[in-house]
């Protein structure tokens, strides 16, 4: 006996104590503040440098932060018109593809005979790059305004609807077989029962469809548009003036970042049971 607990001993190694899970202690505010800007920071200062002590600093492709800081507070009017212009488009397409996308993708995705018949046709037409539609749109449609609306809803539609398409058909069995044994119409099911427990999916639709529709917003206002950001961006490029287009560009990127974390804000309040 002896000599089996002697093998077992050396068969068997020593415990080796685990390594610690438990995070370290949290940053304070102005740690987490240093890391939020720490990339801009570095960019910041590379830009700097490249305007101003290397070669290219005679480009005049690459303005110094400081002449593009002045052309930017100059243009702001300009910039601000140019905003109220471009969400005319963004707000009626992005809506609209928002209500489209989660009504027939949760009556989708609580139907398998409606997923027989319309997710092939979504595997086919969802992944097509909307900016092939941006020229037909504006030949078809009598104005501007109402084909880059459309192009709009087309690229941020099939990311809402492929998402609450997803969530309910997530749905666990058991809020399935509740909802029968309480006798919910289909449409109570939908809003009661569907719709919430979709919401985690959809509102990660939304986040990638607003990205587009930004992003197929200006697009589209380098093609005719005569106001709007991307018109903004294209005209002074034209002229060659590239403080101003760099301007333009940092601003676009600043009203897309506010309305990206607008969007984050009503995901955490609508979604407040969840961590």
């Given at each position: 006996?002896?000599?089996?607990?002697?093998?077992?001993?050396?068969?068997?190694?020593?415990?080796?104590?685990?390594?610690?899970?438990?995070?370290?202690?949290?940053?304070?505010?102005?740690g987490r503040a240093l890391e939020s800007v720490s990339?801009?920071?570095?960019?910041?200062?590379?830009?700097?440098?490249?305007?101003?002590?290397?070669?290219?600093?005679?480009?005049?492709?690459?303005?110094?932060?400081?002449?593009?800081?002045?052309?930017?507070?100059?243009?702001?009017?300009?910039?601000?018109?140019?905003?109220?212009?471009?969400?005319?488009?963004?707000?009626?397409?992005?809506?609209?593809?928002?209500?489209?996308?989660?009504?027939?993708?949760?009556?989708?995705?609580?139907?398998?005979?409606?997923?027989?018949?319309?997710?092939?046709?979504?595997?086919?037409?969802?992944?097509?790059?909307?900016?092939?539609?941006?020229?037909?749109?504006?030949?078809?449609?009598?104005?501007?305004?109402?084909?880059?609306?459309?192009?709009?809803?087309?690229?941020?539609?099939?990311?809402?609807?492929?998402?609450?398409?997803?969530?309910?058909?997530?749905?666990?069995?058991?809020?399935?077989?509740?909802?029968?044994?309480?006798?919910?119409?289909?449409?109570?099911?939908?809003?009661?029962?569907?719709?919430?427990?979709?919401?985690?999916?959809?509102?990660?639709?939304?986040?990638?469809?607003?990205?587009?529709s930004f992003i197929l917003l200006t697009v589209a206002?380098?093609?005719?548009?005569?106001?709007?950001?991307?018109?903004?961006?294209?005209?002074?490029?034209?002229?060659?003036?590239?403080?101003?287009?760099?301007?333009?560009?940092?601003?676009?990127?600043?009203?897309?970042?506010?309305?990206?974390?607008?969007?984050?804000?009503?995901?955490?309040?609508?979604?407040?049971?969840?961590?």
């Amino acid at each position: 006996m002896s000599d089996f607990i002697a093998l077992v001993d050396l068969q068997v190694p020593a415990a080796v104590p685990a390594a610690s899970s438990e995070p370290g202690p949290a940053p304070g505010w102005l740690g987490r503040a240093l890391e939020s800007v720490s990339v801009w920071i570095v960019l910041l200062l590379a830009w700097w440098v490249a305007s101003v002590h290397l070669p290219l600093g005679d480009n005049p492709l690459l303005p110094s932060p400081l002449i593009t800081a002045r052309a930017l507070w100059e243009s702001l009017p300009e910039l601000w018109a140019g905003t109220l212009s471009s969400l005319t488009i963004l707000i009626p397409g992005f809506a609209l593809a928002t209500l489209l996308g989660i009504v027939s993708g949760l009556t989708v995705g609580t139907s398998a005979r409606l997923q027989r018949i319309f997710l092939p046709f979504a595997k086919v037409a969802g992944p097509v790059p909307p900016t092939v539609y941006i020229p037909y749109a504006i030949a078809i449609l009598p104005t501007f305004k109402l084909s880059a609306i459309f192009v709009v809803f087309i690229g941020a539609f099939w990311p809402i609807f492929q998402n609450a398409v997803a969530g309910a058909h997530a749905l666990e069995q058991r809020y399935r077989d509740n909802a029968r044994i309480l006798g919910l119409t289909r449409f109570e099911y939908q809003r009661r029962v569907v719709f919430p427990a979709a919401l985690p999916h959809v509102f990660t639709g939304m986040a990638v469809g607003l990205a587009f529709s930004f992003i197929l917003l200006t697009v589209a206002e380098l093609f005719g548009a005569n106001a709007g950001l991307g018109r903004f961006v294209q005209y002074y490029a034209d002229f060659a003036d590239y403080p101003k287009m760099v301007a333009g560009i940092l601003y676009t990127g600043l009203v897309t970042f506010l309305a990206m974390t607008i969007l984050d804000g009503v995901r955490r309040r609508s979604l407040f049971w969840l961590k």
